[in-house]
Nanobody
Framework: QVQVVESGGGLVQAGGSLRLSCKAS????????MDWYRQAPGTEREFIAR???????TYADSVAGRFTISRDGPKDSVYLEMNSLKPEDTGVYYC?????????WGQGTQVTVSS
């Protein structure tokens, strides 16, 4: 099994910044892509950003230009730098890691952006 733990959420004013972290551990052989999703109350979980083993990044239109996803050297950790935050960015942010076509999820970290 692969364990995924997120950290770094919190309360921030609109226009502010937050940095989320995520670390994978356990039976790691070769992680492929790592990604971030978020879920606002009453909505479905939505894709935010993804980074592959080759460091190719993909972003949702709603966050492109404001959020940056990155991985560390060993590639078992992923980060999400969030700038110019808006109230609509509020939600639970989930980290996901892919290994052998299995998507493992963390428990999520709450981000609240006040207006």
């Amino acid at each position: 099994q692969v364990q995924v733990v997120e950290s770094g959420g919190g309360l921030v004013q609109a226009g502010g910044s937050l940095r989320l972290s995520c670390k994978a551990s356990g039976r790691i052989f070769m992680l492929n892509a790592m990604d971030w999703y978020r879920q606002a109350p009453g909505t479905e979980r939505e894709f935010i950003a993804r980074i592959t083993n080759g460091d190719t990044t993909t972003y949702a239109d709603s966050v492109a230009g404001r959020f940056t996803i990155s991985r560390d050297g060993p590639k078992d950790s992923v980060y999400l730098e969030m700038n110019s935050l808006k109230p609509e960015d509020t939600g639970v942010y989930y980290c996901g890691v892919w290994q052998y076509a299995v998507h493992y999820w963390g428990q999520g970290t709450q981000v609240t952006v006040s207006s």
